[in-house]
């Protein structure tokens, strides 16, 4: 079973950054494309940044030239370096495969933009 634990989430100002983490489990993942997905509560969750399997990365048209989707396959961990955040990028992260995979859904992590 692939577990994927997000962190790095927290309180933020406007404008300010941030970096979210997400270490996988198994390396079989990579083996995928792997995103970063956020989630307003009640709403669907939405891909806003992937990574192909050889390393091209996509954005959502709201986080391009803000946001950054890394990889250290060594350390078996995702990234996603959030700059220049707004109070619209507060919601609950997650990472995962593209598409998706149901079971590997984690506890995702908070963020929160607000003065």
């Known amino acids: 079973q692939v577990q994927l634990v997000e962190s790095g989430g927290g309180l933020v100002q406007p404008g300010g950054s941030l970096k979210l983490s997400c270490v996988a489990s198994?390396?079989?993942?990579?083996?995928?494309?792997m995103g970063w997905y956020r989630q307003v509560s009640g709403d669907q969750r939405e891909l806003v940044a992937r990574?192909?399997?050889?390393?091209?990365?996509n954005y959502e048209d709201s986080v391009k030239g803000r946001f950054t989707i890394s990889r250290d396959l060594a350390k078996n961990t995702l990234y996603l370096q959030m700059n220049s955040v707004k109070p619209e990028d507060t919601a609950v992260y997650y990472c995962?495969?593209?598409?998706?995979?149901?079971?590997?859904w984690g506890q995702g992590t908070q963020v929160t933009v607000s003065s």
């Open positions: 995962n495969q593209d598409p998706p995979q149901n079971d590997y």
């Open positions: 198994s390396r079989g993942v990579w083996f995928y494309p």
């Open positions: 990574m192909t399997t050889g390393g091209k990365t």
